[in-house]
Each structure stands twice: as C-alpha cells, then as structure tokens.
C-alpha cells in the first residue's frame, strides 16, 4: 500500500474549475483509495492505494472528469518522494521571508528536467530555480518577481499546463500532514 499525495491543478480558482473537497473525498472513497482526507480548497487530496502512480493518476483524472465534469490534470507524488525532494531542496528556497518560495510539481508524462527546458535560462539577477524529483523549486525576491521567467510561466501554455504550483507554507503543512515532518 502506498502514501500518496495528488495534486489537482487549477481547481477553486477565480470560481472556476470548482470543485467540493468533501465530494472529492467521497469520489476518492469510491474509487477504492483509503484514508483519503484532503487539505484546503486547492486540491491537495491524501490517499493510500495499491495501485501505482500511472495508473492511480488515470484513474484520479477520469473519477474527476465524471463526477465534475471537468477535464483537470493531476500531479501524483508519494509521500516519500516529497519527504526526499523537501530534503533535497535548495539552501535557499524557504529561507527568506523577503522573497516568495514557490514549490512547482510536475504532472506526468513531463518531467521536471523538461519544464525547466522549456521554460528557458533562469534570470539569475532575479529569481532562483532547482529541481529534486518531480518537484521544482522556485524562489524570487518579491520586489522583483514580475521579472522573473518562471513568473510568466503562463505564456509557455502547453508547459504552463504541465505543472501545478504550491506556496512553500502549503508545502511544508502538506509534507507535515503526510507524516514526513
């Protein structure tokens, strides 16, 4: 049985893409998963199954897509995989209150060595970008992070759709509440 964490992207949003956290629950229960609880209204859903990634990530998308109607991509990360990128992460990411700390999870199949391609060069001068995994780790001064390359992100829309970001706050609780913590 493993631990695993999904991540839904871009759900509760502006309303749009709104999606119920206790229904949620309930689908996941319904689909076999165990111990589902979730976290905040972001789409953070915590689940035990016998299944692997792949298929759990499937079979996550398409729960969602029947029960909500709504075509939303899901990261799909074990709770040891995130207990071992957060170990792994950069001195400098979450470590000053000054700049914003963003961790950056891939949704299979891309990788995070391929987000990091396509998004292009880091502006050094501005913003800071390491990798562990399928998480990547973002860091910007906030008083120059609108001119940062990850912070337009969006305008790279098939990449942009490739990956769902979380506040290092979030990641931290989400790691805390996985038991890696």
């Known amino acids: ?23 949620l629950k309930t689908v996941f229960e319904e ?55 957060i170990a792994n992460a950069p001195d400098w990411w979450n470590n000053s209150v000054d700049s914003k700390h963003n961790a950056i ?18 502006k050094a001068e501005y913003e800071k970008v390491a990798y562990y995994g399928k998480v990547i780790f973002w860091t910007a001064p906030i008083s120059t992070f609108n001119k940062t390359r990850w912070s337009k992100i969006t305008k790279h829309r098939a990449t942009y759709e490739m990956i769902t970001i979380r506040n290092a706050k979030t990641v931290m609780k989400l790691l805390e509440l996985a038991g890696g913590n």
């Open 1 to 23: 049985m493993t631990k695993y964490i999904a991540l839904l992207r871009g759900i509760n949003v502006g309303g749009n893409n709104k999606i119920s956290m206790p229904i």
């Open 31 to 85: 689909a076999g998963f165990t111990n589902v609880s979730t976290y905040i209204n972001s789409g953070n859903i915590f689940f035990n199954s016998i299944l692997d990634e792949k298929t759990t990530q499937s079979l996550c998308e398409q729960k969602i897509a029947n029960k909500f109607g709504l075509n939303i991509s899901v990261s799909i990360i074990t709770a040891s995989e995130l207990s071992n990128a």
């Open 105 to 122: 999870f891939v949704i299979s199949p891309a990788t995070a060595e391929n987000i990091c391609t396509e998004v292009g060069e880091v």
